[in-house]
């Protein structure tokens, strides 16, 4: 390490110390400095992308399959704004991500250039903290403590703002890593409630975040099995192990009336890390809560608890469980003929490899999928969290950098992409194809909104042409294999 | 009129009744009520687009051509997310734009369902008004105070959230449209500063905004070549008419060396509608404010105030002054050969229709511009005002759009659009496709964000492998012709 060193310098050396190895970035004039320093400092690797919603995305998709924040790079306000609603799906996820924003230096923003804009107001939307640095002294502390707070359990984005002459001053300072408090475990009363409720009958056991993990699944699976709890997954699931011999453990249904129908049967509800089922949208006439008006919910553990915690004092409760072993279920054949949803879903679990990772942006295409994924082979599914659409390419993109990362490089990842949110985020495969990603993307061109026009019907009308005009996209149709060959893709 | 209606179509009579004939959209399941609407009711032209910064710079693109709001439809937070850096260029551009963004029903917000997002945060980053409205029998009036607000000199966003449970609710009210008074004219005091100053000699008049239209510049030319004054254009300028029988006025260069030697002469600076000039970036001993440090710098007009009669009051000091003829200009020959700056301006604008509109992100490519752009027929030029890059292809559409609107389909449209910007909002082109618009887009492919790689030189090093991995776009080469096919643009 040189005797002196700019801020910049010191913010590359204090995120190595803790423990960032990849920024996906798309950065400016402001960001020179922190690029020039991450030339001369090994340690991190750097992903472009050519919109800053596919950085966003990337380093959610990459927090996912790691477990570890990356670094976000991008530029004054603008290009936060354009990286808002992957940072929105990345909330929703509880994913960990060192977001860095470029600023104007502190001297020139009083002047109120073109490109000024309130940063820390758009960043304060989707971050946990947001802290402006001040000087290249102080810099090294605040990126150490900017990973703390993203790492801080279950994960969140943090903000660190950095004035472009904080990065350019000579007298950085680095500082090594904080200490990330661990989740804490719920107490004895949230254990012994959910018990009970438990031995009342009619329960169901609803798990969010890392409840459905492959740990989590070694508890839950005996626990329900003797018991007769019911497991399911929250839609707050951004990660979920599948296939033959994990757990099947159906998500509350996206469509209202059927969410309602499927949570009908259960008298008690267990939260595990996720909030109570809410409908994704407001109905008129429909409730915005899911469960049965008359049942009992009971937060076993908050997000910010230890769900393997949670879910071992549960299961203790009912002395030693005998293991529960996973029924081989009968695999999957390719189908044949016209893709219609059922056997589109099929036919992908039939072909999918061994531990892949899915990325599911497939919206109405993807109906069929949680029928047929029990019986694929084992792999992990992805999901768009936030409702923000345009989420699953740079998602796809992330995963597979973060799988790389791991030393998993073999893990190949399927992106289910509709047509309709592809369009959103199309830049993320030119960065595929330059960084020669395992990526295969299925992408499912209805030409449509076709989401919109079974929201459109339950307004009670037939749509004339301006609402159809908003919702086809065949005039002209993309074409996507042009699209993706114009960036690379193959 | 039926005789009930819901807030939707309230809110639809009421965008008609203050003169908006225009919604670009991309709408969403809170929105369908909206869209259903404006199916039932006449008079507003839906333009759709595949990502939201492409909705939003088309509004701006289409007011800086008609002079009047069009409206936006967006959905939720993470929609106008996607369009906010649009927006930013907006502010920056004071466009009027009305701005409407869809939301949770209000009985759903409480319930923190996935889509929900701090709207108003995120809306006042660019907007004059941020307004959430209650009722079906509010959003007439509320609309009309949107429409009042983003119209009121020179021009502004004004946001106005619909809540779906308002949008889809009976008891609508129609509102007709608000008067907006007029920009008031300077006071006498600083009439007669500006008039001493240019007396004092070394003087610049800078225009910003309108203050350099035909108008304008029919006062500004013969008072310019009366007393000695010099004219310059700032850098907010939006729109700015050119060419052969136009007012040859410069604006301020972008490098911050070029600005400080062209305001060097000047001890006198009057500011017509414009900030004072500054550095689009500050930079490690260079100044933020680029007049000379002893310029006497006068606010003739604010830019709330009207630049003709500022420009008028100012003329009328130095009594009647003899008409100002616009001498003629050699014309230009196009080029031939590869194409560097000078040659490739020279080509241009030696090609250019009478009357085009020319949308200038050309970027590194386009410094030829401003010495050829006079010698061009008479034309008009749309900048990207704010900096936020991806403004050029849907300022391009937006503008096609209003001069058919404006009953001039027949103006060309003419984009000189780098290919680091276009691969920000390249769904423009689907738009340029659907709407069969008279635009040709120039796509300057130099294969980098070559103006960083400018930047970066004056970090003072060599750019090692992350940095040119970050500024070069030729890994792989992105297929321009190939992705303009794909979204149907030959």
Sequence with gaps: MPETMTGAEALVHSLVASGIDTCFANPGTSEMHFVAALDRIPGIRCVLGLQENVVTGM????????????????????????GLANLHNARRADSAIVNIVGDHATFHLPHDAPLTSDIAGLARTVSSQVHSSRSPQEIGGDTARTVAAARRYPGSTATLILPADVSWSEGGETA?????????????????????MIRAG???????????????????????????????????????????GRLDIPKVPYPVDMAIEALAPFRQVILVNCPPPVGFFGYPGKPSLLCRPDARVHVLSRVEECPLAALRGLAEAFGPLPPHEVAERPPLCPGTGPIEPMGFAETVCALLPENALVIDESITLGIGLPAASPRALPHERLTVTGG???????????????????????????????????????????????ETLPVTTLLLSNRSYAILLGEYAKVGAAPGPTAFGMMELDRPALDWCGLARGMGVE
């Design 176 to 196: 090594a890593a904080l200490p990330v408090p661990p989740p804490a475990a719920p107490d004895a009363l949230a254990l012994r409630t959910a018990a009970e």
């Design 59 to 82: 380093a959610d998709g990459y927090f996912r399959v790691t477990g570890r924040p990356a670094a976000t790079l991008l530029h004054c306000g603008p290009g936060l704004a354009n």
């Design 388 to 434: 923000a659409i345009g989420g699953g390419l740079p998602l796809a993109t992330g995963a597979a950098i973060g799988a790389a990362m791991a030393g998993r490089p073999d893990r190949r990842v399927i992106a289910l992409q509709a047509d309709g949110s592809a369009a959103y985020t199309m830049q993320a495969l030119w960065t595929q194809a330059r």
């Design 202 to 244: 009619d329960c169901l056991i609803l798990l969010g975040g890392d409840a459905v993990s492959l740990e989590a699944q070694a508890i839950a699976g005996p626990l329900a099995a003797a018991t007769g709890a019911t497991l399911m997954a929250s839609f707050t699931v951004s990660r979920q192990p599948m296939g033959q």
